[in-house]
């Protein structure tokens, strides 16, 4: 039982910059649905709401985000491993690991296959050659998952390469949307068709990085010290998320589209924009690999050692989910387990920051199931998908975390775990 965490720790060695871990947050986030959700929010937000509801929403994701990741750096365990002491080891191993692996894999297959089409277009557009969907989609998958299989460096340095020509693509978009189509004079008479309320803003923006800030600890487990955490965190997410989300609506705008493909096509940037959308999806869909093979090595038993094989297992079984169609049906389903990742980091943080006072040394794995931490993640998970899907109030994921944090809190009192050691 003790491989499940210790087979998973990294050693001092293998300790990163805080800027390698910020560059993989950015990678991250200059990501087409970021796009498309800023888009999206310019239909019912003034620009000052769009960056106050992302201000919000984003400044959330950023707090629970450094608590994760600042446990991650403590230990140097990736998210799975943390979940042993607040889920038990079994809990963690069969719980955890199978929900994210399910999410990861699907998600990178999503995105695989948003690619792969938008390839297809987009090549139709310039060249005028007709490349069959499923054909883009598996050379789009093999590329990511394979710079997955390589590891947190691999990852790195596709970031350092990937996020400078991507930050020069989106400066081209914009400087394009305002002043080679006619947009500032657009823009200044731009008035949302509808009326949208701040919380809706906030859900939109929490939900393009929720699952990315439970998951964090897979990366901020490599920061030299808790400074670094909140520093790469910060930088990697604030200003660029909101960045993003401001493009999206400004191009959005301009070209009165919010499908990105078609945005960058009306614009006249068919070109520019399969560099970006190509660039774009591959940082992002790398941690997607990475975090899945790092879930499937838990759920099988495995130590890190072999994350290289399962990452392959869980690039390769997305790539074909997504070549085949398959995953078009199943988008509503990942959408609804998705709400049930972020109160996992609710019992994470329950039994780190506040049973465990935020010290290394109380860190415990528990033996078998935690029960009080199962059943605090099923609260936090049922709050968030009926405060999503059935009666809305405020944001859905933070709920649930919220729910799970407190329930936690009181159950371990109840129902206290049994440590390995024990």
């Known amino acids: 039982m003790a491989d499940a965490v210790s087979g998973f720790k990294i050693p001092p060695e293998q300790r990163q910059s805080w800027w390698s871990i910020a560059s993989i947050w950015i990678g991250s986030m200059i990501c087409i649905p970021a796009l498309m959700v800023g888009g999206y929010l310019a239909q019912g937000f003034s620009f000052g709401s769009i960056i106050l509801a992302c201000l919000i929403g984003f400044g959330i994701i950023c707090a629970y985000m450094c608590f994760q990741g600042m446990q991650a750096c403590d230990t140097g365990l990736p998210t799975v491993s943390m979940a042993a002491a607040s889920l038990g080891v079994a809990g963690s191993r069969y719980l955890t690991s199978l929900l994210l692996g399910i999410v990861c894999v699907g998600w990178f297959g999503v995105q695989s296959g948003v690619c792969g089409i938008s390839v297809s277009v987009m090549i139709k557009s310039i060249a005028g050659v007709n490349i069959p969907v499923w054909i883009s989609t598996v050379v789009s998958g ?18 350092y390469i990937a996020v400078p020509a991507l930050v020069l693509v989106i400066g081209y978009v914009i400087i394009s949307a305002l002043f080679l189509n006619n947009g500032i004079p657009i823009i200044g008479a731009y008035k949302p068709s509808q009326q949208a309320t701040l919380v809706t803003g906030i859900n939109l923006a929490v939900a393009t990085f929720a699952v990315g800030g439970v998951i964090s600890g897979d990366y901020s487990r490599y920061a030299k010290n808790r400074g670094d955490v909140i520093k790469s965190s910060v930088v990697g997410l604030l200003p660029i998320g909101i960045g993003m989300l401001l493009v999206g609506a400004v191009s959005g705008i301009v070209a009165g589209e919010y499908d990105i493909t078609k945005v960058l096509a009306n614009l006249g940037l068919p070109a520019i924009g399969l560099i970006a959308l190509v660039l774009a999806t591959w940082t992002t869909n790398t941690t997607n690999a990475y975090s899945g093979g790092l879930a499937i090595s838990n759920l099988l038993g495995f130590t890190e050692a072999k994350f290289k094989i399962t990452t392959g297992i869980a690039g390769a079984i997305g790539t074909l989910l997504a070549a085949v169609g398959i995953l078009d049906r199943f988008t509503t389903f990942l ?54 899907n059935v009666t809305p109030f405020f944001v859905a994921p933070i709920n649930g975390i919220v729910i799970s944090i407190v329930a936690y809190i009181f159950l371990i009192k109840v129902i206290p775990a049994k440590t390995v050691e024990e």
């Open 142 to 159: 093999v590329l990511m998952f394979l710079t997955a299989m390589y590891g947190y460096k691999a990852i790195k340095y596709l970031n």
């Open 335 to 388: 959408g609804i387990i998705t709400a049930f990742v972020p109160p996992i980091a609710g019992v994470i943080i329950a039994n780190y920051w506040v049973i465990g006072k935020g010290k290394a040394e109380n860190f415990k794995p528990a033996a078998g199931i935690n029960w009080a931490g199962v059943i605090a993640f099923v609260a936090g998970a049922i709050v968030a998908y009926l405060t999503a």
